[in-house]
């Protein structure tokens, strides 16, 4: 079974685990990153005028979010996917949702791991799955930004 990690961490929390994950399974590793990149102002979500609160409030300005990277190399020689993300208002963070849409996950297993420092889990990997519209999604995981190691050992082992 081939397996890639791909991950979104606009803080190095997400980046952290999705490394170790990788490191553990002898995995693949591909980063998805937004273009522009959410600079830290950017991710101030106090801030009614930073850019996550904009796009919290208007969908249509997550719709038109860009990637700089779709295309991942050998993407259909992949069984098994660990999907990576922070907890951005109770849901997967927005980069991670344009990347899952952009994508044909068929036959493709896919476990979804999240970071977040106070939020759960909540439904996020379920909302993934539906914009998947395909594979074989399992249930998800959270992880608090800065879990031990040994979690995350704890985890890959059961994989």
Known sequence: MKTLVVYYS???HTRKVAEEVSKNLGADLFEIVPDPIYEKADLDWTNPDSRVS???DDLSLRENLKLKNLEVP???EYDRVILGYPIWYGIAAWPVNTFVKSKD??????FPFCTSHSSGLDNSDLLLKDDANA???QE???FYQDVPITKIKSWTDTL
Request: charged content about 30%; overall charge neutral; hydrophobic content about 35%.
């Open 10 to 12: 606009a803080e190095g």
């Open 54 to 56: 904009k796009e919290n």
């Open 74 to 76: 050998n993407w259909a």
């Open 105 to 110: 996950w068929t036959n493709k297993t896919v």
């Open 135 to 137: 594979g074989d999604w």
């Open 140 to 142: 998800g995981i959270r």
